[in-house]
């Protein structure tokens, strides 16, 4: 049973348009943390988020944490080829990370 | 900064043999190393957490005893696969947490067993 779910599993854009990934949990978590994983490779940490209500902005990209602490939601604004790849939540509690199913995302030129 | 590298990338054994690999934080300390499990089009499965000097702790459903887990120093922590089945093949990636709470991760090891 995934304790967070992603949504949606895959998602293919062309370049230029905007996404939005979900994460989704009944649980509260202390942080979570967002990472985009490219094939063969170990994740890659973009961004945490710690306070209920938080936005925070890198670039292109906008992550948000529900108020309540239990969702988050990741945003791409014009997407370009280099944003292809597997993007993972993960909520943290009691020292551990719980992973979500992933989205994967294809940005075609 | 906070680099972690894992040792071999790739690695082929038969059936039977035992695996080591190796994961170690290049500049920073790591204060508790973890294991995880990744299969092809899934997501990661947290198989051990390890802390240095100590016995590691893991996840239900994971045999300890198969996969033997040694924090020896704040920089290294290794997985031994003993005895590798073929279904025991899988991306294996380590992450290292240092002060600052946030999980790095390495590049994986692709584990295969013939």
């Known amino acids: 049973t995934q304790l967070l779910e992603q949504s949606p599993q895959f998602l293919s854009i062309q370049e230029g348009e905007n996404l939005t990934v979900y994460c989704n949990s009944s649980?509260?978590?202390?942080?979570l943390q967002w990472y985009r994983q490219e094939p063969g490779e170990g994740p890659v940490l973009l961004v945490t988020v710690v306070t209920g209500g938080e936005v925070k902005k890198l670039k292109r990209l906008t992550f948000q944490f529900g108020d309540a602490r239990k969702d988050s939601s990741l945003h791409i604004t014009a997407a370009q080829p280099g944003d292809t790849g597997l993007y993972l939540c993960a909520g943290a509690r009691w020292g551990k990370l719980q992973f979500g199913a992933g989205t994967q995302v294809v940005v075609t030129p | 900064g906070a680099v972690v590298s894992q040792h071999p990338s790739w690695v082929i054994c038969k059936s039977g043999t035992s695996v080591k690999i190796e994961c170690r934080s290049l500049?920073?300390?790591?204060?508790?190393m973890f294991w995880y499990r990744q299969f092809p089009k899934q997501s990661l499965m947290l198989m051990a957490t390890s802390n240095e000097g100590s016995k590691a702790t893991y996840e239900q459903g994971v045999e300890k005893d198969k996969f033997l887990i040694n924090h020896a120093s704040l920089t290294l922590s290794t997985l031994t696969v003993t005895s590798a089945h073929p279904e025991d093949s899988s991306f294996y990636i380590c992450?290292?947490?240092?002060?600052?709470?946030?999980?790095?991760f390495g590049p994986g090891t692709r584990l295969t067993v013939t």
């Open positions: 992450s290292a947490t240092g002060t600052s709470g946030e999980q790095y």
């Open positions: 500049d920073f300390q790591a204060t508790t």
């Open positions: 649980s509260v978590f202390s942080s």
